[in-house]
């Protein structure tokens, strides 16, 4: 029952099981679904109440008002004042520009890529200590004990 297991190398195993623990399920992410997160609704405003229909009312007969909605609705502070987008010709070629940068940075990192674990052997050399290292190499090695053993015993269930 269990005899693909024991083809399949622990530390493949073990790799498979962090990048599934990585981030949400699928399930968690599809709308309407238990565990996904809530789909807001715009509230629905109450009616308004008849001291609320006076206000407003008492308000749009004052002259200062009239001339503060006539001011606010002549030079809006929301509205953007910046010149209109760029045409589609100016986006596409903005696009591409972009796509050009983007694969020379691409070229230049498959250039730097030998050079990489060199570079992450320096940084965990001059970052983590000897202890911590000693530290981590024992957990997992302690790991990959109990993952040899859980092999063995489904090994074991197998015969």
Same mark, same amino acid.
């Given at each position: ?19 599934? =623990?990585?981030? *949400?399920?699928? =399930? /968690?992410? @599809?709308?309407? #679904? ?9 509230? $629905?405003?109450? *009616? *308004?109440? *008849? ?19 006539? #001011? /606010? ?9 910046? &010149?209109?987008?760029?045409?589609? #010709? ?7 520009? /972009? ?7 691409? $070229? ?14 320096? &940084?965990?050399?001059?970052? $983590? ?8 190499? #024992?957990?997992?090695? @302690?790991?990959? =004990?109990?993952? =040899?053993?859980?092999?063995?015993? @489904?090994?074991? @269930?197998?015969?």
């Amino acid at each position: 029952m269990y005899r693909f297991l024991s083809s399949i190398p622990v530390w493949w195993l073990a790799i498979v099981l962090l990048i599934s =623990a990585w981030g *949400p399920a699928p =399930a /968690q992410m @599809i709308p309407g #679904t238990v565990g996904a997160p809530a789909v807001e609704e715009e509230p $629905v405003a109450p *009616p *308004p109440s *008849p001291n609320d229909v006076r206000e407003l009312m008492r308000l749009l007969s004052d002259q200062s008002m009239i001339e503060w909605l006539r #001011t /606010q609705s002549e030079n809006p502070e929301g509205v953007d004042k910046r &010149a209109p987008s760029a045409s589609l #010709t100016e986006e596409f070629a903005n696009r591409v520009e /972009q796509t050009r940068m983007r694969i020379g940075e691409l $070229v230049v990192s498959w250039q730097n890529l030998p050079f990489a674990p060199q570079f992450l052997i320096d &940084a965990w050399q001059s970052e $983590v200590s000897s202890d911590d290292t000693l530290r981590s190499l #024992t957990y997992v090695l @302690i790991f990959l =004990a109990m993952a =040899a053993g859980l092999n063995g015993s @489904i090994a074991s @269930i197998r015969k």
